[in-house]
């Protein structure tokens, strides 16, 4: 017997020493998965702080175009160019030399008083909300290197200039040589709006000419353009000459108002029309406050047409979407305890709605559910 509970006691011994074993092989794997979820969570959390505090590398930029700038006796030429490498695509703003611009001291400056000088840039950047990246200037020869021979100019209105010491109207449609191109864009006009018709009509036949020839004319042509050029500059002219000739651009004037005051004629910037048509294209555009759609009618389209009407705003618009539901009567304007400007300023372009406070939403945010009170026709 004392034989007997020997063994059994040996073999109990042996399957706790066993059970022990592995015991510590699994507490050893254990560890060494905590060790490197630990390693792993710790590289996470670093890397995304890091990423946090780099900022979003530019998907464009915005470059100031001028041509004619060094021309003895003559009149520069300058317009806005914005680089939306994200949507592939060039938008060209032209700025009348007719208009107004806010100078540093809150004081009106005519852009073409400071066409050749560095506080066109300075000016401008104040109308737009947004840093212009590049200062390129050229000779009006420029224009006819990138057409690359005569043009086809295509004026929506009458013009008339003073080429050559006499006054001559030019309309509809007329050839231009390389040469003239220079001529006309540095002409005075009767007013600004002839300048600016000619202006915007001479550069988008320029470049619609320029896109015609083959790819190795037009990159032979942009690079003669290089010569006198080096470094960022050299990369940012390059890129913008290109991009304009690659395919065909809209060319408009910079949004703004023709007005007459004391004889004098004008443009205006319409600022709303700034805001939807320039600062909100230019890459990297982000304001403090977000403003979010929904469709709370059902009706199709009409969170698009609110998105448009509400652009003029300087507010983050993401694409719409529909509400909880399609039961809404009245249209809802929920603003954040920091919005409630913008909310009202909201409920004064739509015409209709109330506003409501949003405890539960972000700060600087805004939420708009459509109701039956807004209709499509209120719209358009």
């Known amino acids: 017997m004392p034989y007997r509970g020997y063994r059994v006691k040996r073999l109990r011994e042996r399957r706790q020493a066993r059970l022990q074993r592995w015991q510590l092989v699994a507490l050893s794997v254990l560890a060494a998965v905590v060790s490197a979820a630990a390693v792993a969570g710790a590289y996470f959390v670093a890397r ?30 300058a317009g806005i160019v914005v680089l ?11 700025v009348p030399r007719s208009l107004l611009l806010e100078g540093s001291a809150g004081e009106y400056v005519m852009a073409g008083d400071v066409m ?6 300075t000016d401008l950047e104040r109308l737009i909300q947004t840093p212009i990246a590049h200062d390129l200037r050229f000779a009006y020869s420029a224009l006819g290197e990138l057409a690359g021979g005569p043009v086809t100019v295509a004026l929506p209105r009458a013009a008339t200039l003073k080429v050559d010491g006499t006054w001559r109207t030019y309309r509809g449609t007329f050839r231009a040589s390389p040469g003239e191109l220079g001529t006309l864009l540095g002409a005075l006009g009767k ?3 002839d300048e600016d018709t000619v202006l915007t009509a001479v550069l988008a036949a320029v470049f619609h000419s320029g896109a015609l020839r083959p790819a190795e004319e037009r990159s032979a042509a942009v690079q003669a353009l290089l010569a006198d050029l080096s470094g960022v500059r050299r990369t940012a002219a390059s890129e913008t ?3 304009l000739l690659a395919k065909r651009v809209q060319v408009t004037r910079l949004p703004s108002v023709g ?20 600062t909100r294209l230019t890459p990297g555009y982000a304001s403090r406050y977000t403003v979010y759609v929904r469709n709370g009618t059902g009706e199709v389209g009409i969170g698009q047409l609110v998105l448009k009407r509400l652009a003029i ?8 979407s529909n509400a909880d539901t399609f039961d809404y009567k009245r249209t809802q304007i929920v603003a954040g305890s920091q919005a409630l400007e913008v909310a009202e300023d909201i409920r004064a372009i739509l015409g209709r709605g109330v506003v409501l406070s949003g405890d539960e939403l972000p700060a600087t945010s805004v939420v708009v559910i ?11």
Not at 116 to 121: F, G, I, K
Not at 313 to 320: Q, T, Y
């Open 313 to 320: 705003l300087d507010v983050n618009l993401p694409s719409p």
């Open 84 to 94: 939306d490498k994200a949507r592939g695509s060039y938008d060209v703003f032209t």
């Open 259 to 278: 007005v007459v005051n004391e004889g004098q004629f004008a443009y205006r910037p319409d600022k709303a029309r700034v805001m939807a048509e320039i």
């Open 48 to 77: 995304s702080l890091t990423h946090r505090d780099k900022q979003p590398r530019a998907s464009g930029y915005v470059a100031l175009l001028t041509f004619g700038a060094n021309r003895p006796g003559g009149q520069a030429s």
């Open 370 to 380: 459509i109701g039956a009170d807004l209709k499509t026709k209120d719209l358009q």
């Open 191 to 193: 007013s600004g709006a």
């Open 116 to 121: 050749t000088s560095s506080s066109l840039r």
């Open 241 to 243: 000459l290109a991009g």
